[in-house]
């Protein structure tokens, strides 16, 4: 079959062009605005006609390669306990409650400096109008 772009050279291309398939050698395949359907190869053929495990179709879309044995973990995910996820837990509201002990403090010595600040000015204002 010839090429139906330029008539001379023998079509060895598919070409999606404008709603309709064309052969087109791969010069002028190449040159055109197209889309090149190319055929599949034999082993493309046989995956299609395979069963896919679930994993497998997920492995293939997320680009990892699947293999049938088990992924090695890190051996601090494979020891941890509920009582080491308690023990954590624990912790952490431990440490909130010393964050919040020492905000109640470090607030109450403000307000004291605040206060005193206010005491002075008071005894300010109470010695200008005795003075006046």
Do not use: H
């Amino acid at each position: 079959m010839l090429c139906e772009e330029c008539g001379e050279k023998e079509a060895e291309k598919d070409v999606l062009l404008d709603g309709n398939s064309v052969s087109m050698c791969s010069r002028c395949a190449s040159i055109s605005s197209g889309v090149v359907v190319d055929k599949p190869t034999q082993d493309q053929v046989d995956d299609s006609k395979r069963m896919w495990r679930v994993k497998e179709i997920l492995a293939r879309s997320a680009g990892i390669p699947y293999t049938e044995k088990p992924v090695n973990l890190p051996n601090t995910l494979r020891t941890v306990s509920l009582e080491d996820l308690r023990r954590v837990d624990r912790d952490k509201k431990s440490a909130y409650q010393v964050r919040a002990e020492s905000r109640m403090k470090r607030y109450s010595e403000e307000s004291e400096k605040k206060n005193s600040a206010d005491n002075i000015i008071e005894e300010a204002k109470t010695f200008k109008e005795e003075v006046d």
